[in-house]
Structures are given as C-alpha cells and as structure tokens.
C-alpha cells in the first residue's frame, strides 16, 4: 500500500492551496488501488482538517510514515525527511539563489524530488501552473502589502 501525505504548508507568508482537495481525497480512497492518504493538520489550509476527515481521510501531526509528500510551496529544510519523495514547487529549476540551500539539503538527505515546474507534456507545456491567477494573486498580494505599510487602506 502507497501511503500519501498532504503536508502543512511551511513557507512564511503561509499558502493556503492544497496539493489534494478532500473531494479528490475521496475519490482516491474509494477507487480500488491500495493507497492511504494521510493529512497533516493545518490552521490555515483552505480546507479545514474537518473536512478532509468528513471525507474518510486521517488527519494528524505526523505524517512521517508516508511514502510521498504532496505540498505546493517550498519545503521548511527542517521539515525534508531523509530518503522520502517529495512533490512541490521548489523554485530551484532557474537556480534561483535563495533556494540553494534547500536543494543542497535536498540532495544529501537523499530525497527524491517531484518539482511541479518540471513536470511536461510531450510537447513541452507545463502540466502544472497558475499562470494567470498566480499573477493576479500576487497583485492582489502587492496591493494588499502597500495597503498595510501606508496605513491607505
């Protein structure tokens, strides 16, 4: 049996989207493939532990025992654990300097790693993006900072 962890996003600001939603959780569990989800809990995921055990999924601390890591953010480097198999958007793809850290770490605690923005179709689209609602995100989130520094709004 392969065992998924949904794991509790770390990175600060924190990210509120989710890898699985509890539907799809659901939809997992009652297909006939051997495979357990197990939720990390989370206060500000946007969808309540309440809901992922409404849909038959386990919700706890430790989610260790798990053979795969659904995030959606980079990982805490505190919280990789060594040998396992994560899926997340690393930011490491570009080299991008302030993630040297967590790919070296990612490397010598033997960990695979499943970087959404790598993943392609044949003819080399991303499967995976927020493209345009990512950029509407973070002009939401630039006007929201300026908002709050400025005392305007």
């Not at 493939?33 to 939720?39: D, E, F, G, Q, S």
């Amino acid at each position: 049996m392969i065992k998924i962890g949904l794991i509790r996003e770390g990175k600060i600001p924190a990210d509120n989207r989710v890898a699985l939603t509890p539907a799809q959780c659901k939809w997992i569990l009652k297909n006939p493939a051997a495979v357990k989800i197990l939720v990390q809990t989370s206060d500000h995921r946007c969808f309540p532990d309440k809901e992922y055990l409404m849909a038959g999924v386990e919700v706890k601390e430790d989610i260790s025992e798990c053979d795969l890591f659904f995030g959606i953010k980079e990982v805490p480097i505190s919280d990789l654990i060594k040998g396992k198999t994560y899926l997340f958007f690393s930011h490491t793809k570009k080299k991008q300097l302030y993630n040297q850290q967590l790919f070296r770490s990612i490397l010598e605690k033997e960990i695979t790693l499943i970087d959404y923005e790598c993943l392609e179709h044949e003819d080399g689209q991303r499967i995976l993006g927020f493209g345009f609602f990512a950029g509407v995100v973070g002009a939401h989130n630039g006007i929201m900072a300026y908002g709050r520094r400025t005392g305007k709004y």
